[in-house]
Nanobody, 121 residues
Framework: QLVESGGGLVQPGGSLRLSCAASGFALDRYNIGWFRQAPGKEREGVSWLSVSDGSTYYQDSVKGRFTISRDNAKNTVYLQMSSLKPEDTGLYYC????????????????WGQGTQVTVSS
């Protein structure tokens, strides 16, 4: 099971840290992705972390503003978001897969329920 938390309402330019806590399996053995979905839009990949070498990848629109990281002791993955923009608004999901990774939602088998992020003044 994956459980996201940390969403909320923030002003443009603000920051949030999302958490994705796992139970029942060890996240450090899985590729982890963060996705978001805005109303009326398709789910899009924001960032992912490779289990093989710890490499991190980002969608172009969030490069330099978002950082994905993992705390193995807490079995939790984070998405630190800074310089937030209204277009970052959406329901944010974390996802995990033992074999596949990337920014395509179809690559992941395990999903959380999402946490809402709203960027507005």
């Amino acid at each position: 099971q994956l459980v996201e938390s940390g969403g909320g309402l923030v002003q443009p330019g603000g920051s949030l840290r999302l958490s994705c806590a796992a139970s029942g399996f060890a996240l450090d053995r899985y590729n982890i992705g963060w996705f978001r979905q805005a109303p009326g839009k398709e789910r899009e990949g924001v960032s992912w972390l490779s289990v093989s070498d710890g490499s991190t990848y980002y969608q172009d629109s969030v490069k330099g503003r978002f950082t994905i990281s993992r705390d193995n002791a807490k079995n939790t993955v984070y998405l630190q978001m800074s310089s937030l923009k209204p277009e970052d608004t959406g329901l944010y999901y974390c996802a995990a897969d033992f074999l596949r990774g990337g920014l395509r939602a179809g690559a992941y088998n395990y999903w959380g329920q999402g946490t809402q992020v709203t960027v507005s003044s």
